[in-house]
Nanobody
Framework: QLQLVQSGGGLVTPGGSLRLSCTAS??????MYWYREFPGKDREWVAT????????RYADFVKGRFTISGDDAKRTTYLQMNSLQSEDTAVYYC?????????WGQGTQVTVSS
């Protein structure tokens, strides 16, 4: 069974940090992605990591604040989020595409509020 299991997230005050993790089971991903979703809107791409090469890409709105990393052996990706602001409040999803099959994690709520 192809599955992505997320952990992390929660409530943080503005300027704080959180780390999300996502582990694949049933497959070994070459690349992993993070997206986020605001109520009533489509998911937007946040970051990508190509696990074998270690190369990364980021959406402009998170550059310098978020860091994606990965452990190929553990089939896990992490999203370290620093300097969080209220506009980062969303449900965060990890994604992978084993054999072209789009697979999503269960989603993790991140709430930035004082």
């Amino acid at each position: 069974q192809l599955q992505l299991v997320q952990s992390g997230g929660g409530l943080v005050t503005p300027g704080g940090s959180l780390r999300l993790s996502c582990t694949a089971s049933g497959f070994s991903p070459n690349s992993m992605y993070w997206y986020r979703e605001f109520p009533g809107k489509d998911r937007e791409w946040v970051a990508t990591i190509h696990l074998g090469e270690g190369t990364t890409r980021y959406a402009d709105f998170v550059k310098g604040r978020f860091t994606i990393s990965g452990d190929d052996a553990k089939r896990t990706t992490y999203l370290q989020m620093n300097s969080l602001q209220s506009e980062d409040t969303a449900v965060y999803y990890c994604n992978a595409r084993p054999g072209g099959i789009t697979t999503w994690g269960q989603g993790t709520q991140v709430t930035v509020s004082s």
